[in-house]
């Protein structure tokens, strides 16, 4: 007995209505999409990085820290307030500034050496003189500074406002 033979009858698409995107064309267009979402994505993240800092202008609320009574403070003494990020130091004539413990250079904690009345900064051996100004370089510029504040007799320093500076000038002090 013979099997019934079935034939298997191809059906060919009308090419006039066939799809003429290839295997190929769809990868070459899937990947030149890809190519154009990941740029977009790169530039997305490249302008938030850019605008992203502090904003300039210094409209944040001040960060007041009682430091002390001006009598407490005698006249060419430096005294640190490690919770502050600050020493504050009483010059010769009176003012008061309050300098930054980071030196300029590095960024490394300055110490303050009484004896030489000089900061130290044990990284490099920049030094500088009771009113922030460099001594020994590598330090280019100035320690940086916080505002200081003296109301009925307290000595307040604003320690939300850090003010960097190339050089010392009077008007950088307070006085009472």
């Given amino acids: 007995m013979k099997k019934p033979q079935h034939k298997k009858e191809l059906i060919i698409a009308d090419p006039a209505k066939a799809d003429p995107v290839s295997r190929r064309d769809f990868f070459n267009k899937s990947w030149k999409w890809l190519g ?12 938030a990085f850019m605008f992203s800092g502090k904003s300039k202008n210094n409209s944040s609320p001040k960060q007041l820290l ?28 009176g ?20 004896d030489k009345k000089r900061f130290i900064c044990p990284c490099h051996s920049s030094a500088f003189d009771i009113s ?41 002090l307070q006085y009472a």
């Fill in 36 to 47: 154009i979402i990941a740029a977009v994505e790169v530039t997305g993240m490249l302008t």
């Fill in 132 to 172: 922030g100004e460099v001594l020994n370089p590598p330090a280019a510029r100035a320690l940086d500074y916080y505002p200081v504040l003296i109301e009925n007799g307290i000595v307040k320093v604003d320690i939300g406002t850090l003010n960097e500076r190339n050089t010392f000038r009077k008007d950088q």
């Fill in 66 to 93: 009682e430091a002390g009574p001006v009598d407490s403070f005698a006249v060419n003494t430096v005294s640190a307030f490690m919770g502050g990020r600050f020493y504050l130091a009483r010059q010769q004539d």
């Fill in 95 to 114: 003012g008061f500034i309050a300098l930054s413990l980071r030196c300029t250079h590095l960024g490394c904690s300055v110490a303050w050496e009484e």
